[in-house]
């Protein structure tokens, strides 16, 4: 408060009396960020705060350290665990995967109409997410499924047979990839797209060849925003239920689920051990994006 | 130059298999109702149920809310950084992110715990204050999108200078936010309003932990009891998402050229 009431003053010196402009500007100043901030601060800071806390509290109040101890139950382990794998492996599939078709369409020599036909569909699909998407590979590899059929008829794979369900990790994976990818591509195009021609014209005068400017100029540049992007990836997979719920019901134990089931029911029975969870859950995704921010720093040095 | 080109075609052809396969199968499926022949049976039933039109209304209510209430806190909020208060922008734009670190779910979670029927500000004590608290929480879940659609199309206009235009002309506050900037960034709000809308319509976790009788949860029902059903929800939903992009991108070719002004 004292620093801002200085800056005004400064301010205020060079147009018009200090006593006319304390009346006057003080309020305005920080009329027009109130609402945003008394909304953030009561619907997302507190709420997450008062998570937080509860995380070290017990029934009574007081402070324990019970409840994160008590994460080590091994259910609780178990789910995060096999969160932090179906988020991880479709964070890194659909990193690669986004990554090589960003690359096909923006360097491939591909026609133009694929490049922004791909752009507006990568919308689309990475906002395709939840319970519809369940239903759609339910539709395709579910054991009725067109894939899963004409798999077995047309080809004489019957890939339940080898041992696949859409009801586990790679099912799980395999149904998150469909909004991983076009994530990737819609943030790594700009990239891309910020790598000079001038580079590659520099490279190929000082006479690298096509393997090398990829190995000393592209992979350096684009590295700190592809490892940033998994990362958003990843925090995006682990937070997500709605798609994982109406995919597997609750067969499939990841973290999310149980955390819903305890919000329901005090499945776990101990109303704090559910915010140990939610805190282990920020304290995942917090994690992630500190990653996330400090690539991001990184990467804007070159693609300015 | 050859191989790398053939090589793009087959990652491009890859990708789009993985892609259409399911709306495909999905579509194949949702149409398979009647034995031995395709039909809409599966569309008629849906679209003919009294439970998925109500839930339906009400998530569009909701969603319209939401975009109401995005704007109110956003706009005034992203016209302030600009004109009088760069400073704050990094933390603004690190609160706007914080919903893309805290899922959805802990979000929705602490609600309960703070606002719940025995607290000072009881949300969850009747329906209308619940049916706030979830337009709160789509609101808080869609600011990401909707700061940075607000932010991107001031970026594009020169605020100050509209402004003082303004002042000069004696408009007040309410008329220069009204009248001045908000039908110059009214096609950013717009955009950011779609893809609100996309978001919203089909949330599933918010609803269905606050018990509202939204689509997302009908959605969750139906896929745990029926077989057919689902898949054409599936491709109505999917429909929906495309319909939202698509009006972004068409509203993005009205948006002002100016880019790239020095403030």
């Known amino acids: 408060m004292t620093d801002l009431s200085l800056s005004n003053q400064t301010i205020a010196g060079k147009t018009a009396p200090p006593s006319e402009a304390r009346a006057l500007r003080l309020p305005t100043q920080w009329i027009g960020v109130a609402p945003f901030f008394i909304f953030a601060v009561m619907f997302l800071i507190l709420p997450t705060l008062y998570l937080m806390l509860g995380a070290f509290q017990n029934e009574a109040g007081e402070f324990t350290l019970e409840n994160l101890i008590a994460l080590s139950e091994p259910n609780i382990v178990a789910a995060y665990l096999i969160s932090i794998k179906v988020s991880l492996a479709s964070a890194l599939i659909g990193a690669f995967a986004g990554l090589a078709i960003a690359v096909a369409i923006v360097r491939g020599g591909l026609p133009n109409w694929i490049r922004s036909a791909t752009l507006t569909f990568s919308g689309v699909a990475s906002n395709f997410a939840g319970v519809p998407l369940a239903f759609a590979f339910l539709a395709t590899l579910g054991r009725l499924g067109l894939a899963t059929v004409i798999l077995n008829t047309v080809f004489g794979l019957n890939i339940y047979a080898h041992g696949f369900n859409i009801l586990s990790f790679w099912g799980l994976t395999l149904t998150y990839v469909y909004f991983q990818i076009p994530l990737m591509v819609v943030i790594i195009v700009p990239a891309i797209d910020g790598l000079k021609k001038e580079w590659g014209e520099a490279a190929a005068t000082l006479g690298a060849t096509t393997a090398q400017y990829w190995r000393m100029v592209v992979i350096p540049v684009i590295w700190p925003s592809f490892l940033g992007t998994v990362i958003l990836l990843f925090a995006n997979a682990f937070g ?17 689920i149980l955390l819903y089931a305890q919000i329901r029911g005090d499945v776990l029975h101990n109303a704090h051990l559910g915010y140990a969870i939610a805190f282990g859950m920020i304290v995942i995704t917090g994690l992630a994006n500190v990653f996330y921010i400090w690539f991001r720093t990184r990467s804007e040095r070159w693609l300015k | ?20 396969i399911p709306l495909i199968a999905t579509a194949e499926f949702s149409m398979r109702m009647r034995r031995g022949a395709y039909s809409f049976d599966a569309y008629q039933i849906v679209l003919g149920d009294a439970r998925f039109q109500a839930t339906f209304m009400y998530s569009v209510v909701a969603a319209i809310f939401t975009i109401i209430l995005g704007v109110l806190v956003v706009v005034p909020a992203a016209y302030w950084i600009r004109l009088r208060l760069p400073q704050l922008r990094p933390i603004v734009e690190f609160i706007t992110l914080l ?33 706030a608290l979830l337009v709160i929480g789509y609101a808080t879940l869609s600011l990401p999108y909707m700061y940075r659609a607000v932010d991107t199309g001031l970026r594009t206009i020169d605020v100050r200078t509209l402004t003082e235009a303004a002042q000069i002309l004696g408009a007040g506050w309410s008329t220069i936010i009204t009248r001045v900037i908000l039908p110059n960034v009214l096609i950013a709000v717009l955009s950011g309003a779609f893809l609100t809308f996309a978001i919203v319509i089909g949330e599933f976790t918010m609803a269905s932990l606050l018990n509202r009788p939204a689509f997302g949860p009908y ?7 029926r077989a057919y059903e689902p898949a054409a929800l599936a491709i109505i939903a999917f429909a929906i998402t495309w319909g939202c992009m698509s009006l972004i991108q068409i509203l993005s070719r009205f948006a002002p050229k100016s880019a790239n002004r020095p403030n």
Request: positive net charge.
């Open chain 2, 99 to 131: 919903p893309l670190v805290i899922p959805a779910i802990v979000i929705v979670f602490g609600y309960i715990r703070m606002y719940g029927s025995n607290s000072p500000l009881p949300f969850l004590a009747n329906d209308t204050a619940t049916n």
């Open chain 1, 240 to 256: 997500a239920i709605a798609t994982a719920y109406a995919l597997t019901g609750s067969s499939l134990n990841i973290v999310p």
């Open chain 2, 219 to 225: 959605l969750q029902n139906i896929g745990a009891n």
């Open chain 2, 1 to 20: 130059m050859k191989t790398g080109r053939f090589w793009a075609w087959v990652v491009f052809i890859l990708g789009a298999a993985y892609f259409f």
